[in-house]
């Protein structure tokens, strides 16, 4: 079996392959952690714009070390910059928007997900964040819910499953999965596989899945720039 520990992409490039799909003008929220790293990589002559669960529409990268104005933060409590035409709101209208569907994706981390789009993201075990938060509204009242993560665990155990053990943070509501060796669509209740690092047989692909990957027409290399 080849050892995916030598081929799998870093955090970055999971982040870079998943921008090139949000188109120009989405309304698009990022989670905490890792999937806040797509701002970074929107392709060029594309504009997104960015939502924070705290109140902030249309904020741009981070500023230089040294710049920041904490006042002016995201939901990750990680500095921000401001485009213009940027807008400020309250928390309820920042979750009225949310819960009204006018984001176009939410982009979010997971622990598992399972063939049937359910996301578990969220654990009250040790180390775990004791609360679900936001992401149980945004992966409801987005238009659409992608998921970045590395296709499996620290101690190698799949994430990707037939269906999720630990609490649930929605039900069928991924649709597409971004991970370390692959990009998967949620469809008809399976991991339907459209790329795959070229270097990756499906036999190996599929023996660190936990549930059967379905093929729907030919599956192109997943093909990203060192970052």
């Not at 905490?32 to 109140?55: C, D, L, S, W």
């Amino acid at each position: 079996m080849t050892d995916i520990t030598a081929l799998k992409l870093s955090n970055a490039q999971i982040a870079w392959r998943a921008a090139q799909d949000i188109a120009d003008g989405a309304y698009v929220n990022l989670g905490i952690g890792f999937p806040e790293m797509v701002a970074k990589y929107q392709p060029p002559g594309r504009q997104a714009i960015f939502h924070t669960e705290n109140g902030i529409l249309d904020f741009g990268e981070a500023p230089k070390p040294g710049a920041e104005d904490w006042d002016l933060i995201n939901a990750g409590k990680k500095a921000v910059t401001l485009r213009p035409g940027a807008s400020f709101f309250h928390h309820a209208d920042s979750f009225a928007m949310v819960r009204g569907g006018h984001l176009d994706v939410a982009i979010l981390g997971a622990y598992q997900v399972a063939q049937n789009g359910d996301l578990a993201n969220w654990s009250t075990g040790r180390g775990g964040v004791p609360a679900v938060g936001g992401a149980m509204d945004l992966v409801h009242g987005a238009k659409r819910v992608a998921v970045l993560t590395d296709h499996v665990t620290k101690t190698g155990e799949p994430k990707l499953l037939s269906a999720c053990t630990l609490p649930l943070t929605g039900v069928g509501c991924v649709t597409r999965v971004y991970s370390s060796l692959a990009v998967l669509d949620i469809e008809g209740g399976h991991f339907v596989l459209r790329e795959k690092l070229p270097d990756l047989s499906l036999d190996d692909l599929q023996a660190v899945t936990g549930a059967e990957l379905k093929l729907d027409g030919p599956v192109a290399d997943l093909a990203v720039p060192e970052l």
